[in-house]
């Protein structure tokens, strides 16, 4: 009760914000990192149920990369990471796909449905919504193959719009394919930037384990 009684208080301190960004779209990244604990679950999804409760569009796109190391330590297999990138060959990618699409996605969309909500787990692949497209990583001017590792050509909104219409609340997975029908393994915070892009979301909201943007060392509060 006391939870619900916080939730009430942080809805009325934000009413001009709700008017503001009534009938609006809003995408937010949900770290890996930060979907660690039940009670953080719980207390996103609820917040996810008031925001559509209220007239605001969330779409979360997600990320899974210590749900991913937990499950291929289990299997044996060594993460390496070049730049950042997880190096992902097809048995990792198998990996990956499970864990992001199969398991960290369908418990979003389970604990948004048992708080109230309407969510649909999708990854990018379905309605063809990223079309991905592989990336090397630079070594010294030269090209280093780094598996199935992408970032996102196009985005087709469609499928994401009718369900914001409907009512639900999307879910998304960063996994692509290419023009081949190759799978890819996409970095959540760039599915998150192209997805509001071409929504034309009123806000990008990421949320991680870091303190945040910076520019100069210094931290950036909005881009």
């Known amino acids: 009760m006391k939870r619900y009684i916080e939730k009430v208080n942080t809805l009325i301190e934000?009413?001009?914000?709700?008017?503001?960004?009534?009938?609006?779209?809003i995408v937010i990244k949900y770290?890996?990192?930060?979907?660690?604990?039940?009670?953080?679950?719980?207390?996103?999804?609820?917040?996810?149920?008031?925001?559509?409760?209220?007239?605001?569009n969330p779409v979360i796109v997600h990320g899974g990369g210590p749900q991913i190391n937990t499950l291929l330590k289990q299997v044996g297999v060594e993460s390496s990471f070049v730049g950042g990138m997880r190096v992902t060959d097809a048995p990792t990618m198998e990996i990956v796909e499970m864990v992001l699409v199969g398991k960290v996605?369908?418990?979003?969309?389970?604990?948004?449905?048992?708080?109230?909500?309407?969510?649909?787990?999708?990854?990018?692949?379905d309605g063809n919504l990223f079309v991905a497209q592989k990336i090397y990583h630079d070594v010294n001017g030269q090209k280093m193959d780094?598996?199935?590792?992408?970032?996102?050509?196009?985005?087709?909104?469609?499928?994401?719009?009718?369900?914001?219409?409907?009512?639900?609340?999307?879910?998304?997975?960063?996994?692509?394919?290419?023009?081949?029908g190759v799978?890819?393994?996409?970095?959540?915070?760039?599915?998150?930037?192209?997805?509001?892009?071409?929504?034309?979301?009123?806000?990008?909201?990421?949320?991680?384990?870091?303190?945040g943007i910076k520019i100069d060392d210094s931290l950036v509060s909005t881009l």
Do not use: W
């Not at 914000?17 to 009938?23: A, L, R, S």
């Not at 469609?158 to 290419?178: H, M, N, S």
């Not at 930037?193 to 870091?210: C, N, P, Y």
């Open 14 to 25: 934000s009413f001009p914000y709700i008017k503001e960004f009534y009938g609006k779209t």
């Open 31 to 56: 770290g890996g990192h930060a979907m660690e604990t039940d009670e953080g679950k719980r207390s996103f999804a609820l917040d996810m149920v008031l925001l559509k409760y209220v007239g605001i």
């Open 105 to 125: 996605n369908k418990e979003i969309v389970n604990y948004i449905n048992l708080a109230g909500g309407k969510a649909v787990g999708l990854s990018g692949k």
């Open 146 to 180: 780094i598996g199935q590792v992408g970032t996102i050509q196009q985005v087709n909104p469609l499928i994401i719009e009718t369900l914001d219409r409907e009512k639900f609340i999307p879910v998304i997975a960063p996994i692509g394919c290419d023009e081949n």
């Open 183 to 211: 799978t890819y393994n996409i970095n959540a915070d760039i599915a998150a930037g192209k997805l509001a892009e071409a929504l034309k979301a009123e806000k990008l909201i990421l949320l991680t384990d870091v303190e």
